[in-house]
């Protein structure tokens, strides 16, 4: 069956730029997470949704970071005001409910000029 | 504050050499510990969970074991194709859903 899925796979924007990044979890999973990984570091949490309930924004950097997913399935990140420390791969994740394993899809590389 | 250590960083191995990767971690309480592997350009991959200490998992050349204060990815007679970024991940029984990766250990199996 169909994995996770997030578009765009590469962004180029310029500092000071605001993204959307996009992310269709597998269907039916109910609980949706983002990522964000630096070079050769691994995953670092941003934010946790259970259906269309923001659970968890602990990890979001800044009040710049925003991320929605509006009726329970895709999900946006949005970064507003883009600086050079954001670039990175942006990840998500989903799962079928709570502590199950969490699929991730391959990603958003971005990189801000 | 959970943490997870992963060692060594870097790993080179000949195929057909066994070997075992290494992962500590500190957590308020366990829920999961998770290993995923990542190949370049993709997401992590899910390999297995453990929930408690004592508790082993295999697939195919891999078999994860878990003991209180760590974790150990053994690869058994690898392949070139097991090449690749070994990620360790805890979950804790707080509440929250999220994982906490380490920085893995890259694996690169020669021919």
């Known amino acids: 069956g169909a994995g996770v899925s997030q578009s765009p796979r590469y962004k180029v924007a310029k500092r000071g730029q605001d993204v959307a990044l996009r992310c269709d979890p597998i269907?039916?999973?109910?609980?949706l997470f983002w990522y964000q990984q630096a070079l050769g570091q691994g995953p670092e949490f941003l934010t946790y949704?259970?259906?269309?309930?923001?659970?968890?924004k602990s990890g979001l950097p800044s009040d710049r970071f925003f991320a929605e997913r509006p009726e329970g399935s895709v999900s946006t990140l949005k970064i507003q005001r883009t600086q050079q420390e954001d670039s990175a791969v942006y990840l998500c994740?989903?799962?079928?409910?709570?502590?199950?394993?969490?699929?991730f899809g391959d990603g958003t590389r971005l990189s801000i000029l | 504050e959970d943490q997870v250590t992963q060692s060594p960083e870097a790993l080179r191995l000949q195929e057909g050499e066994s070997s075992s990767l290494n992962c500590s971690y500190t957590v308020s309480g366990l829920r999961g510990l998770f290993w995923y592997r990542q190949d370049p350009g993709k997401g992590p991959e899910f390999l297995f969970t453990l929930y408690s200490a004592g508790e082993e998992k295999e697939k195919e050349r891999l078999k994860a074991t878990l003991t209180k204060k760590e974790s150990f990815l053994h690869i058994t007679a690898p392949k070139p194709e097991d090449s690749a970024t070994y990620l360790c991940a805890v979950q804790a029984n707080t509440g929250f859903q999220k994982l906490v990766f380490g920085t893995g250990t890259r694996l690169l199996v020669s021919p």
């Open positions: 269907s039916g999973h109910v609980s």
């Open positions: 994740a989903s799962s079928t409910g709570a502590y199950q394993p969490q699929h």
């Open positions: 949704f259970q259906n269309e309930a923001q659970l968890d």
